[in-house]
């Protein structure tokens, strides 16, 4: 199968402390980005990836990256304000034969090659899935944000993860009717869902974490210290 | 008001590589329950707490925490098998002229002392209170585990923390009537949400963390080198 990486990176660190782009953030001696794309080359299912960038630094990613994946194509797109903006602008550069698009978080680094395997294989099968994992936090079900509404049964209750893999149709067509609804604000999986289309759930790993605060960011370095993914 | 602390601690620390009690594993040099009471001594809104712990390890507790809180006056009672049980035999401990109660994680050392003010004005007010905050993670519902359901707005979920707090009659009547219909696993605010009663949501902290994982742990020793919370 024709299966393309889809990275949004077009978000800057500011929550990190950090004045680039947050992508770029280094972690361990290396661009977060870097430890990302790591994984998906070790899965070797993919041979190329756009990666969505804030305007004026795409030299600044070629630079970062080129070197280090010589087995990768890139291709260095300007990303848009939102984040479905980015992933829309990327569905729109992604070559023309592709079959199955994975959109991956740039800071998720640690997700597994089983979750990039199943997730490719599910999205041939039912034409969309996504990564989630059971939560562990109690989660309460509350209308207004003052008083709690009736809860759903803990085991219905999934967090979500990335990627999130399309065949490249599916994932056009949700966009193309989200736009046109006015984007909700959710993930793609759930754009798909809204268009109607089935969705399948891949199992996550807990250490697939979206690195945003630093304390995110400690946690990602023990991880990485240890070896614990 | 006549305020009082319920705390099950009647768990083990196995998932921390710890033998004795969990609340007892020594966080900075100091059991990870003192940090937890100290919130509450420095909030002084209470003076008892019944606290539940293993059966047999009644001595251990009342070594470790008597010395330490000279202001609290201590409760130690055997607890279950179960957190709802604990939570059922603390409450039945509790002293006759108890009007609100604190039911409160032994793992959570960071809560803050406004949620604890803000906690027992909300139950004096509307009979029942547990602290939350806005989800971070998108959650995603799904009925079946295999594929994705209608997921409710991001905005609707919460995630729960404690202390939850009650007036003791009405946590009362939540217990007897859970027990009767078969326990649900699920929080005691829960609990009092399905007996029919409303519950206010106050807000929490991203800090007020349970420390439940050896990376939950790791982050706790953060929080606390850097005074984070």
Known sequence: VNAQLLIPAAGMGTRLGWGGPKALVPLEGKPLLAHTLTRFEDAGLIESAVI????????????????TFPNITFKIVSGGNER???????????????????IHDAARPFVSIEAIRSSIDAAQDVGAATVAIPTIDTILHSEDGESLGDTPPRETMWACQTPQTFRLEVIRHAHAQAKENGYAGT??????????????????????IKITTPSDFAFAETILREELA
């Not at 960038?53 to 990613?61: A, D, L, M, N, Q």
Request: aromatic share 2%; no cysteine; proline share 7%.
């Open 52 to 67: 969505l960038v804030p305007p004026g630094s795409e030299k600044t990613f070629r630079d970062a990256l080129i070197e």
């Open 84 to 102: 479905q903006d980015s992933v829309r602008l990327g569905l729109d550069a992604l070559a023309k034969d592709t079959e199955v698009v994975l």
């Open 187 to 208: 993930d793609d999986a759930t754009l798909v869902r809204q268009a109607g289309h089935p969705v399948k759930l891949v199992m996550g790993t807990p250490t697939n």
